[in-house]
């Protein structure tokens, strides 16, 4: 077995569904002193963080990822227990293999090769690591970006070990995310009984056809490097359980992910037009998780996809499609922002795995970044 195997099976082995982090960071924070670097643990609320760096001089390239897991669902329909870290035919199996402790082992093997062959290397390398990535994120890199930036500490490349790959390793690379806006609509209206409607005020009815012209509505055409503004209810609560009760409000959750031919207030304006256009009696929470962002072609896209090249032998596409990630609290800096992991096929779900070749093979790549822009 290979170092990062036995790395990723070791952290595998600790069940850290999130915010527990169950002493991954610690075995981290290890391996990574014993490479020289300055480790510094950075704990809010029930949240477990660190920053790690080696070297005192710019440019600063950083590994970011997060320790945490989602829960794994009935453990009975596992192949393997979920937490044993089996490997099988080629294939390790566990919560977190592939989002993102694979990631993670990769990061940290990379390094130790590197700081090897290169013990006086430019710049400094560093990692940051959250076990808040999975949660609300609001106790995770967030706040060590808000560290960092109040001190002055500039990271100059990122790069997120998220799962960005599709079908095989390294086939895409994200160099950006959408935007993701929620919300919490309640619309009032008057219980009553069903049989006298003209003594109630459905709000079911009532808010049915804004609804629909909100599904139906196209709030962009993307651009060169995004898809289009998407628009999705994802939960309705009404009603008190009887059938023969006119609910007296209706709560409605929905999301947007918009590109950056969208702001948050045009949003917010053009819903709450259309619903005061409609008559409503209704209030909204708003809740924006993260902007767009977009990393140009540069020094950092650049070095990603040599190394790519130069590992796999074949070329890589860039894709700012997918969810959010904590790239979005570090983009704001300045940095520039990559994210580069395992296949994401099986990232969430029963029976989450990666090939063991594939661990071996991204950190490889990972090495090959840091050759490519920390050495002369």
Request: with cysteine; proline share 5%.
């Amino acid at each position: 077995m290979s170092d990062t195997l036995d790395l990723a099976r070791d952290l595998i082995s600790r069940p850290s569904v999130t915010p527990d982090d169950k002493g991954c960071q610690d075995l981290l924070l290890g391996r990574l002193e014993a490479l020289g670097f300055r480790g510094e643990r950075l704990r809010f609320g029930e949240v477990s963080n660190f920053w790690a760096r080696r070297g005192n001089e710019g440019p600063v390239f950083c590994f970011a990822g997060h320790t945490d897991v989602v829960p794994t669902g009935p453990e009975a329909r596992w192949t393997h227990p979920p937490f044993d870290a089996v490997v099988a035919d080629g294939v390790l199996h566990g919560r977190g293999a592939a989002d993102m402790k694979g990631s993670i082992a990769c990061f940290i093997t990379a390094c130790e090769r590197f700081v090897r062959a290169h013990p006086e290397h430019k710049g400094s390398i560093a990692l940051l690591i959250t076990s808040d990535e999975e949660g609300p994120a609001t106790d995770g890199t967030v706040r060590v970006v808000e560290t960092l930036e109040e001190r002055g500490e500039k990271i100059d490349w990122c790069l997120v070990g998220e799962p960005s790959s599709n079908d095989r390793l390294g086939d895409v690379v994200k160099n950006g995310r959408r935007g993701s806006l929620g919300a919490v609509m309640t619309v009032s209206g008057v219980q009553g009984h069903v049989a006298y409607p003209h003594l109630a005020d459905n709000p079911i009815h009532r808010v049915a056809p804004a609804l629909a012209e909100l599904a139906s509505t196209e709030w962009d055409k993307g651009n060169d490097h995004f898809p289009p503004t998407t628009f999705q209810i994802s939960n309705i609560h009404s009603g008190t359980g009887a059938t023969n009760v006119i609910p007296g409000t209706i709560e409605v959750m929905f999301n947007f992910r918009f590109s950056t031919e969208q702001t948050e207030a045009s949003l917010r304006e053009k819903v709450e037009a259309l619903f005061d256009r409609h008559g409503l009696d209704y209030r909204i929470d708003w809740n924006l998780s993260g902007n767009p962002f977009l990393t140009p072609k540069g020094e950092l896209v650049a070095a990603t996809q040599a190394a790519i090249a130069g590992v796999t032998g074949y070329e890589t596409q860039l894709s700012t499609a997918g969810g959010t990630s904590d790239g979005r609290f570090i983009a704001p800096t300045g940095a520039q922002v990559l994210e580069l992991g395992p296949l994401n096929a099986t990232i969430h779900k029963i029976d989450e795995h990666v090939a063991v070749r594939d661990l071996d093979v991204l950190s490889e790549i990972y090495e090959g970044i840091l050759n490519r822009l920390l050495t002369d």
